[in-house]
């Protein structure tokens, strides 16, 4: 899925009551700020999209926030 947006930037995800898996959002090569607040079901980051286990996580980050994510694990 994050294949298809190389030049994304930012990722914002607010308020959720239903989402409980995440895509690896640190793969994205551009990928400055990321912004997770208020997913209540939240449980988890897929890792299974195939790629090497040895690739660079979030090179371009900069801000990074999590809030209020009770189940994650």
């Given at each position: 899925m994050l294949k298809e947006l190389p030049?994304?930037?930012k990722i914002?995800?607010?308020w959720s009551d239903s989402c409980r898996v995440l895509p690896l959002f640190s793969r994205l090569p551009l990928h400055k700020y990321l912004f997770l607040q208020y997913l209540k079901a939240v449980e988890f980051v897929d890792e299974a999209d195939g790629?090497?286990?040895s690739s660079t996580y979030f090179s371009a980050l900069e801000s990074f926030c999590l809030s209020d994510l009770p189940e994650l694990k």
């Open positions: 030049r994304l930037v914002e995800i607010v790629e090497s286990s």
